[in-house]
């Protein structure tokens, strides 16, 4: 305590001259009008300055909301497309539509882990059995196909990336051409894959659109995969098509857990007379 009082002892002039021009600074400017009218508009500014910065901060974080709200409509506008009827009584709905087409259900996950510098890369997603997610079910992004699922614990689920050199493979066509082939990572580029064995007739050109086709157990047809960059004969016999993938792996957060409705149906049948697929349980990895 008597430290205390050495010290104020010490420093009270110095006390006693912050004291009077504090209130000579009060006094000037209570008492003129302008001054005051100048203090007023300051402080209204500094004020609003302050709301608009902590509005702003609100709206930084209110937009994961709202961009989660927008993935979950884009997901249910996905699921009825070409489907005018709804089946609510199921555990998924299920869309029915003309006769013989494909139904597809998809659900928005996010992707919080993910690799593309190795020959057998995969994703891991926010999503798992408790949220619907099961194995075999296809990865898709707004602008390309991903990969598909193949181990779900009960929050989380583990999938091939479309960049694994020995477990995925799936079937691509170029867009408005009937020729089919095989789909598959070489691993020189994570924007790049190989459409293999599209036969010497047909018509394509650089730059023109591959997708999936309706070979697949997993991928819905007609999705996009990306564009031709280049191509070569081999054996004089098929096309080998280098392909630039529409979707960055290296970018990608968002994507859709993509259920086909009749797999195990389409499956069944198909099986009863040995008629096997690019796909993969093949999509699973590369003859």
Request: glycine residues 8%; contains cysteine; aromatic residues 12%.
């Amino acid at each position: 305590m008597l430290k205390l009082l050495l010290f104020f002892k010490r420093i009270h002039y110095a006390l006693l001259f912050i004291a009077l021009e504090a209130i000579a600074i009060s006094v000037f400017l209570h008492g003129n009008i302008y001054q005051k009218a100048r203090i007023a508009g300051a402080s209204s500014r500094l004020v609003s300055g302050v709301y608009d910065k902590i509005a702003d901060v609100s709206g930084y974080f209110g937009l994961r909301a709202e961009n989660d709200r927008l993935i979950e409509e884009i997901a249910r506008l996905r699921s009825q497309l070409n489907a005018p009827r709804l089946y609510a009584d199921t555990a998924f709905a299920r869309f029915d539509s003309v006769p013989g087409l494909q139904y597809y259900q998809y659900q928005p996950a996010r992707v919080i882990r993910n690799s593309i510098g190795k020959r057998q890369n995969y994703l891991t997603i926010d999503r798992g059995t408790l949220d619907g997610i099961e194995p075999e079910m296809a990865l898709v992004a707004d602008d390309g196909i991903v990969g598909y699922v193949v181990h779900c614990s009960d929050h989380f689920s583990v999938a091939v990336s479309i960049l694994n050199t020995e477990e995925f493979r799936t079937s691509g066509c170029i867009k408005g051409s009937d020729f089919a082939g095989s789909v598959y990572w070489d691993g020189l580029s994570h924007r790049e894959v190989i459409l293999d064995e599209i036969p010497k007739y047909a018509d394509m050109q650089v730059g023109d659109t591959v997708l999936t086709t309706n070979y697949s157990y997993i991928f819905p047809p007609d999705q996009p995969i990306g564009t031709v960059a280049s191509f070569e004969m081999v054996n004089g016999t098929f096309y080998k098509v280098r392909v630039r993938l529409f979707t960055d792996l290296a970018r990608i957060r968002h994507v859709y857990a993509v259920r086909y409705l009749d797999q195990e149906e389409r499956r069944a049948i198909e099986s009863t007379v040995g008629i096997s697929e690019i796909g993969p349980r093949q999509e699973g990895g590369r003859p």
